[in-house]
């Protein structure tokens, strides 16, 4: 394999980055939800976002009684200050929690699937004419 495959399959792997980073996040949210500890959150303070949304910040007690913080983006007006939300986290860190819904959205999914279609169709493209001599 000469110098130029490697870059043009380097360039395919590097296209499926964005698709294998939204299903891992996917994947570890779903797996929180069914094998995570649940607890009661309370949001403690809302902030507005520069694109549509609302960041949400909250705190929850884990399972040792210490104070963990968490947050998340939202749409605007779907939580207020002081309201308590269901969040799930793994019980050696409960730094990452998550809450019921997070990274559901078929149209993330469906983005991360095109951008992957669209850099194979491309190293097609170029293989083909690296193989056609053109470049």
Not at 1 to 28: C, E, N, Q, T
Not at 61 to 90: H, M, R, T, W
Not at 110 to 128: C, D, Q, R, S
């Amino acid at each position: 394999m000469s110098g130029i495959h490697a870059l043009i399959l380097f360039i395919g792997v590097f296209g499926m980055l964005p698709l294998a980073i939204i299903l891992y996040k996917r994947h570890r949210t779903i797996k929180m939800i069914k094998t995570g500890i649940m607890a009661k959150a309370r949001i403690y303070r809302i902030t507005a976002t520069r694109k549509s949304g609302e960041s949400v910040q909250y705190c929850f007690y884990d399972e040792q009684g210490q104070l963990a913080y968490g947050s998340l983006l939202s749409n605007y007006g779907k939580f207020k200050e002081n309201d308590v939300i269901d969040v799930f986290y793994f019980s050696g860190n409960p730094k990452r929690s998550t809450v019921k819904g997070a990274w559901k959205s078929p149209v993330l999914l469906i983005f991360g699937i095109v951008i992957a279609v669209f850099m194979w169709f491309a190293v097609y493209k170029l293989f083909e004419m690296v193989n056609n001599g053109a470049l």
